[in-house]
């Protein structure tokens, strides 16, 4: 039996093989299981059972910054999500600990310091690089719109992630196997709630998220 449980979520197959190769060589017996899509990671909940960590890219297919770990956090809150990006950018870190991330581990870390790093995290600390300093790093400009999003329920963000790929509502409803009335009911909520006007500006708002999550600090 496995002693721990992960679950690696990356588009990349190679940086999943690499990560979960660093996972295996720090815990002995421990299952790694992949997902290269918030829906194939979703499939993987549904049927693994109990999850000791998620580890979570913030630029993929279908998710905008923080709203894949959004969803996470409102879908599965007993699974603790570590998030691992190639950005290092200070005011990110500290967006995604807002949205209840136990962590951020930049892909430029030492292989030895994410091993230490997941060990920490399992551990029930939060982890981030040791460079980094939160006090220090300028309040980030979507900061109103991030405490905004975490009032969105799990259906409505994930509502929202299919706006931002340009889905319209006939098939969100299909993709999500509820009426199209149910997808309306939620896109009224969600501008209610994001305090704008309409889906392009929502879809607006969630873009803006998404780039500055995604952008590398510059040397």
Same mark, same amino acid.
């Given at each position: 039996? %496995?002693?721990?449980?992960?679950?690696?979520? /990356?588009?990349?197959?190679?940086?999943?093989?690499?990560?979960?190769? =660093?996972? $295996?060589? %720090?815990?002995?017996? =421990?299952?790694?299981?992949?997902?290269?899509?918030? /829906?194939?990671?979703?499939?993987?909940?549904? +049927?693994?059972?109990?999850?000791?960590?998620?580890?979570? #890219?913030?630029?993929?297919?279908?998710?905008?910054?923080?709203?894949? &770990?959004?969803?996470?956090?409102?879908?599965?809150?007993?699974?603790?999500?570590?998030?691992?990006?190639?950005?290092? #950018?200070? %005011? +990110?870190?500290?967006?995604?600990? #807002?949205?209840?991330?136990?962590?951020?581990?930049?892909?430029?870390?030492?292989?030895?310091?994410?091993?230490?790093?997941?060990?920490?995290?399992?551990?029930?600390?939060?982890?981030?690089?040791?460079?980094?300093?939160?006090?220090? =790093?300028?309040?980030?400009?979507?900061?109103?719109?991030?405490?905004?999003?975490?009032?969105?329920?799990?259906?409505?963000?994930?509502?929202?992630?299919? &706006?931002?790929?340009?889905?319209?509502?006939?098939?969100?409803?299909?993709?999500?196997? *509820?009426?199209?009335?149910?997808?309306?009911?939620? *896109?009224?909520?969600?501008?209610?709630? &994001?305090?704008? #006007?309409?889906?392009?500006? =929502?879809?607006? %708002?969630?873009?803006?998220?998404?780039?500055?999550?995604? $952008?590398?600090?510059?040397?």
């Amino acid at each position: 039996m %496995a002693e721990h449980r992960f679950i690696i979520v /990356d588009d990349h197959p190679l940086l999943r093989g690499a990560l979960g190769q =660093a996972l $295996r060589s %720090a815990f002995a017996s =421990a299952e790694v299981l992949e997902a290269g899509s918030l /829906d194939q990671l979703t499939e993987r909940l549904e +049927t693994a059972g109990e999850i000791d960590l998620i580890l979570l #890219d913030l630029s993929m297919p279908g998710v905008h910054g923080v709203s894949g &770990l959004l969803y996470l956090r409102a879908q599965h809150p007993e699974v603790p999500v570590v998030i691992v990006s190639a950005s290092d #950018d200070p %005011a +990110t870190i500290r967006q995604c600990l #807002d949205c209840g991330a136990s962590g951020y581990i930049p892909k430029s870390q030492p292989v030895e310091r994410i091993r230490e790093a997941i060990r920490r995290i399992i551990g029930g600390e939060i982890w981030l690089p040791p460079d980094v300093d939160l006090t220090s =790093a300028p309040l980030s400009e979507s900061a109103e719109l991030v405490s905004r999003l975490s009032t969105l329920t799990p259906q409505q963000v994930r509502v929202l992630m299919m &706006l931002g790929e340009g889905l319209l509502n006939k098939q969100i409803a299909f993709k999500l196997g *509820v009426s199209e009335a149910t997808i309306k009911a939620h *896109v009224s909520a969600i501008l209610q709630k &994001l305090g704008v #006007d309409s889906r392009t500006q =929502a879809v607006i %708002a969630i873009n803006r998220i998404g780039t500055s999550a995604e $952008r590398p600090r510059a040397n």
